[in-house]
């Protein structure tokens, strides 16, 4: 082996290997194991979400698969149709062209040569990260396959009056000019004002004042609402007010909507440009007056003074009107939520206008039995709360966009706008015999999330009932985020039920979100954003900020994005290697909402690959070319320290097996690395060093050795694979052959399996007593600052008949590990005078001060020590007892003070403790 680990020497190496062998199939033998990966954008690039998901996937599916199980990782990437439409689009726009000019199929062709070309980045990234996915049966949401399940589906649900053609509000991108989802509105807090309106009372008899932060919409108002028990306005419901402006009449209303302590208790009503308002209209039977156009500017329903003014300018123009009317009360500062499209940056409009809807909640029944049943599982299960929530108050689903890109809808309209859905032009003309009539087919295409939620059954080959589908569908689980329980885990239940009459899958593991070190959202503008392949390649500041502020168009966020990214990252980012990364993702992955990552935790791991890698140097140089045990006719003698390892190992096995079944890969983690390092390296290697290297062990002894210390790594690199596949992978290459293990890949083995027979409890209990002993004497030298080579006598008080017999088995072992010159088991009554003394259990240990150390200048360091001590403690008490710092420092800055504080206090008691402690000598 080489002397040093590199991950960048090997991980691509056994990529390759892996993928040109085919291990990632599915095997046919075994118990089916599938899950289906999210399908990421195929204009994304890996970002930390997908890392963490991904991660937690193939641990899953090496695990199983190592256990036997026919394992299928499904791989594909959605269309992503607005993403990838804006991308096509910036780059015609740089070739002095447009999607206009180029016409509709012309620029569908462009987007599939760019699929081809440039589409693949984001799969080369899942390489990077080690994902065993069957990339022999890649997927894509446009290929004809799921192309044809998509128009099946379309069809099916039109056909069962389960899709229909309505007006509604929707979210409406006025630059993208399409509908967008509720996932596509980023609402940000943002200043703005809050603008107090006087509208007069039909009567003459005063006016009512309503306050909006979107003074033009009034042009569409449709009525002012008041709540029903409030005493102020009860005389006024059913009259009507002068829309200033406009010109009409509208009514004072009632309704529970209304909060009667908020601003003056009147709120203005605008059906067609508001979701709230939309439903308060549809109860009182208010009519939809759309104000704006696409573009969001004012269209011809307004009076004609705002006609094809764009919206800001309307209200501008609104306001100033008002005020020379002296209809405008007053206008206040106000902090609002804004919603913005976060792919063009432009604020939202809800927008009345004619879209394809799903009838959402027909379907939705099921899917609530579903979950109640046990049918499906979410784990954490507190997330099935979310999920009804959202069910059981649900909307019919928005499902047409007025993009190019997509599944185009599958339906014609003739000229009187009858509306025809068929699976071409020619099969509507055969079925509704119309060959004579002009046809048109509808411009809009479907929403992504229409096919992604036929996911897991399109994928193997629906609607063909295929041996693939047959096989592994339902799949085993679904891993995915909290924030698309409803967009997509719901509506995958919905239609998987609907069509195929099963669930879509048996459990749901739900992740949390990845925030910084602080517990800060990840953001561009905060600059403390991650990239997976930063953090496995490393990447040096300067090129760090050039790739987070090319090509941008604002220069001041440029800067304020280069500031906050010198910031965070002062010394750019380290190479940490993939295992390093995937285990500390596999080490955050708790039950938790939100999770913190630190990059001072991916440090600890990469020194963890370190570890094993520098613990496989030590077995190798100490097996290969040895007799290892592996003959039969040599004895092989296992010693008490052996027998401890192996029960450890065990019930480590165990441990980790129940995790991943229970999908706790942090405690997974946490117990691969405490047995791994704790354990093995800290304990084991050094406990061989003495008996290996003397000159009188035994040969049946020293095979024991040999065969314990590669079998118990070989079978750790086993247990560990799962999370960290390719170091495991290279160094199992080493250690297998001597280890007498077969076969051309870790990946192909048998997943650790506990065996009860070798537990052992009293040679456990055994070695914990000896490195209770040990490091009672390690805390003697460093309590009292003695050198950690410098010989020590022991003496041993209490010692009774098991426990000297203990001490005569592990004689030579305490003798080695706590650098001892001699043990002695003596009576209480005769303990050396001036000793330090250490209880372990029953016994009491002592070493004689006397000659290790001068008690004058140990207790002249130790005053010094405590000295500055002291005055480190004033002045950080003086700037907690500070109000000022306190007040106006943020949060996490004064507990990290205080956390500070109690450190130092707790450094000076221990000082006090070995100040007292050698006084008495």
Request: hydrophobic share 40%.
């Amino acid at each position: 082996m080489e002397k040093t680990y590199s991950p960048s020497a090997i991980e691509a190496r056994w990529y390759t290997e892996w993928e040109a062998k085919n291990y990632f199939a599915p095997s046919g033998q075994g118990e089916p194991y599938s899950i289906m990966i999210p399908p990421p954008n195929v204009t994304g690039s890996l970002h930390m979400g997908h890392g963490f998901q991904d991660t937690i996937m193939d641990a899953l599916i090496r695990f199983h698969r190592m256990r036997g199980r026919d394992t299928l990782w499904q791989v594909g990437t959605d269309h992503a149709g607005i993403a990838t439409q804006m991308v096509v689009e910036r780059q015609l726009e740089a070739r002095g062209t447009s999607r206009t000019e180029l016409g509709r199929d012309r620029f569908v062709e462009e987007v599939w040569r760019w699929k081809e070309e440039s589409g693949g980045r984001i799969t080369r990234q899942l390489r990077r990260l080690g994902a065993s996915v069957d990339w022999e049966t890649e997927r894509f949401t446009m290929d004809p396959g799921l192309s044809d399940a998509v128009q099946e589906v379309f069809i099916r649900l039109y056909e069962d009056g389960l899709i229909y053609r309505g007006n509604r509000l929707v979210n409406w991108d006025p630059q993208l000019h399409t509908a967008i989802s509720d996932l596509e509105v980023v609402a940000e807090e943002e200043q703005g004002h809050l603008w107090h309106l006087r509208y007069p009372l039909s009567n003459g008899e005063g006016h009512l004042v309503v306050a909006t932060t979107r003074p033009e919409t009034m042009l569409g108002d449709a009525a002012v609402a008041v709540h029903p028990d409030d005493q102020r306005f009860a005389h006024l419901v059913g009259q009507t007010l002068d829309l200033p402006l406009c010109d009409r009449k509208i009514p004072i209303i009632a309704d529970d909507y209304v909060d009667a302590e908020f601003g003056s208790g009147c709120v203005k009503i605008t059906p067609a440009h508001d979701f709230n308002d939309y439903e308060v209209g549809q109860r009182h039977d208010l009519p939809l007056i759309n104000i704006f156009d696409a573009d969001a500017a004012i269209s011809d329903n307004a009076p004609e003074p705002y006609q094809g003014l764009d919206r800001f300018a309307a209200r501008d123009k609104v306001v100033a009107d008002l005020q020379a009317l002296n209809l405008l009360e007053k206008i206040q500062p106000h902090t609002l939520k804004v919603p913005r499209g976060d792919r063009s940056g432009v604020v939202i409009e809800p927008y009345l206008t004619s879209q394809w809807y799903v009838a959402a909640e027909k379907l939705a029944g099921p899917a609530i039995e579903a979950v109640e049943s046990g049918a499906i599982e979410f784990v954490p299960k507190n997330w099935e709360n979310t999920y009804f929530a959202w069910m059981r108050d649900i909307q019919d689903w928005c499902i047409s966009r007025q993009l190019w890109w997509g599944h185009r809808i599958p339906a014609w309209y003739d000229e009187q706008g009858n509306i025809y859905v068929g699976r071409s032009e020619q099969a509507v003309r055969d079925q509704y015999s119309l060959d004579q009539r002009s046809l048109t087919q509808d411009e809009d295409v479907l929403d992504t999330w229409f096919s992604s939620a036929l996911w897991t059954f399109s994928t193997l080959g629906w609607p063909e009932d295929t041996e693939r589908l047959q096989r592994y569908h339902p799949s085993s689980v679904l891993v995915t985020g909290f924030d698309i329980i409803f967009f997509w885990v719901a509506r995958m239940i919905m239609m998987t039920l609907y069509f195929r009459k099963e669930v879509p899958f048996h459990q749901v593991y739900v992740t949390g979100l990845i925030r910084d070190d602080e517990g800060q959202k990840m953001s561009k503008s905060k600059g403390n954003v991650l990239d997976p392949i930063d953090l496995i390649d490393g990447i040096d500041l300067d090129s760090l900020v050039e790739k987070r502020t090319s090509g941008m168009m604002q220069p001041q966020l440029a800067q304020a994005i280069e500031k906050q990214t010198r910031a965070h990252f002062p010394e750019g980012i380290a190479a940490f290697g993939t295992d390093a990364l995937r285990f500390t993702y596999c080490s955050l992955a708790s039950t938790g909402r939100d999770i913190r990552f630190d990059l001072g935790r991916i440090e600890g791991y990469r020194n963890f690959c370190n570890k094993i890698w520098n613990a496989t140097r030590y077995v190798l140089q100490n097996t290969e070319e040895q007799d290892c045990g592996l003959e039969q006719n040599k004895p092989v003698e296992l010693g008490t320290p052996e027998h401890w390892i192996i029960s450890r190992l065990q019930q480590t096995a165990a441990e980790v097996t129940r995790c991943f079944e229970n999908y706790r890969f942090d405690l997974a983690a946490q117990a691969a690395y405490d047995f791994f390092w704790n354990e093995y390296c800290d304990w084991y290697l050094e406990i061989s060093k003495p008996v290996l290297w003397a000159d009188d062990t035994a040969d049946s002894r020293l095979r024991g050795i040999r065969h314990t210390l590669l079998n118990v790594l070989e079978t750790s690199l086993r247990l560990c694979h799962p999370m960290m596949p390719f170091i495991t992978e290279e160094i199992w290459q080493k250690v297998a052959p001597l280890a007498g293990k077969q076969g051309p890949s870790i990946m192909l083995q048998e997943f650790p399996e506990t065996q009860p027979e070798l537990l052992n409890q009293g040679a456990t209990d055994t070695i914990e007593w000896l490195k209770k002993i040990i490091v009672a004497v390690r805390n003697i030298r460093g309590e009292m600052n003695i050198p950690p080579a410098k010989p020590l006598p022991l003496y041993i008080c209490n010692l009774d008949e098991a426990g000297i017999n203990r001490l005569q088995e592990c004689e030579l072992l305490l003798s080695k590990l706590a650098r001892l010159e001699s043990i002695q088991a003596i009576d209480a009554d005769n303990a050396p005078a001036a000793s330090a003394t250490q209880i372990v259990e029953t016994l009491e240990l002592h070493v004689p001060m006397a000659d290790l150390i001068n008690k004058d200048d140990e207790l002249a360091r130790l005053d010094k020590e405590l000295a500055k001590l002291s005055k480190d403690l004033e002045r950080l008490q003086a700037k907690l007892d500070n109000p000022n710092f306190c007040e106006r420092a943020p949060a996490d800055v004064v507990a990290k003070e205080r956390d500070k504080l109690d450190g130092q206090l707790a450094t000076r008691e221990k000082l006090l403790q070995q100040r007292e402690s050698i006084a008495g000598l």
